[in-house]
């Protein structure tokens, strides 16, 4: 990858839905990531999704991947208050990742 | 699987000390990752392996930085000798080849302190 930008903040009540985007330059990316990192803790793999998808769905969580734009989106429904976290997005055209800074969200009750 | 593990998870060193970070990967596991994460330059890739070679270290900062693997279940980042600029996280992650060849796991990550 090349590089990733995301906005690096975000605050939603309990039980909305929460969106977090992203934006790539490396075309030639063939996986695209979003990881999961809590206070203290490592990453942790979400969810990703191939290149030639438009969309994908687990559970609370949905993937929306605009290569034209370059654009992928994070859709949490239905958020938890154990949901807040630092949430990085990242492409992989080979071996390696490159991530974003990461926007943490902050769910308040 | 206990999943990859570090150590020490802290350590509180001074200017001009050698630090030792220690990794053990995923069991089975061929590639390696060593990142370096601060809040102004967020999540950095310093170098990684495969089968225990070294492949890419072009992110290693400087000559003060090396990282070695001597078999496939352990993995150390040293730093010789150490300045307060590299306070950060440093994570260790690993993959195994194939289809989930892009699927890192990270360990809990080694907090530096360099006074």
């Known amino acids: 990858g090349e590089d990733v930008e995301q906005s690096l903040f975000l605050s939603v009540r309990e039980g909305d839905s929460s969106v977090i985007n992203c934006t790539y330059t490396d075309s030639s990316s063939t996986y695209l990531y979003w990881y999961k990192q809590e206070p203290g803790a490592g990453l942790q793999l979400l969810t990703y999704?191939?290149?030639?998808?438009d969309m994908k769905q687990d559970q609370r969580l949905t993937v929306l991947l605009n290569k034209k734009d370059k654009h992928l989106s994070l859709r949490i429904a239905d958020t938890q208050t154990g949901d807040s976290a630092i949430y990085f997005c990242a492409d992989g055209p080979g071996s390696t990742l490159t991530f974003g800074k990461g926007t943490m969200l902050l769910v308040s009750p | 699987d206990a999943g990859v593990i570090q150590s020490p998870r802290h350590e509180v060193t001074e200017m001009g000390q050698e630090v030792t970070l220690r990794c053990k990967p995923i069991?089975?596991?061929?590639?390696l990752f060593w990142y370096r994460q601060t809040m102004m330059r967020g999540l950095e890739l310093l170098i990684y392996?495969?089968?225990?070679?070294?492949?890419?270290d072009s992110g290693m900062p400087e000559d003060r930085f090396s990282a070695k693997m001597p078999n496939a279940s352990f993995s150390t980042l040293k730093i010789q000798p150490s300045e307060p600029r590299d306070s950060a996280v440093y994570f260790c992650?690993?993959?195994?080849?194939?289809?989930?060849?892009?699927?890192?796991?990270f360990g809990p990550g080694t907090r530096l302190t360099v006074t």
């Open positions: 999704i191939f290149s030639n998808m």
């Open positions: 992650a690993s993959s195994e080849t194939g289809a989930k060849l892009h699927e890192q796991y």
């Open positions: 392996f495969n089968n225990n070679v070294p492949i890419d």
């Open positions: 069991s089975g596991h061929d590639y």
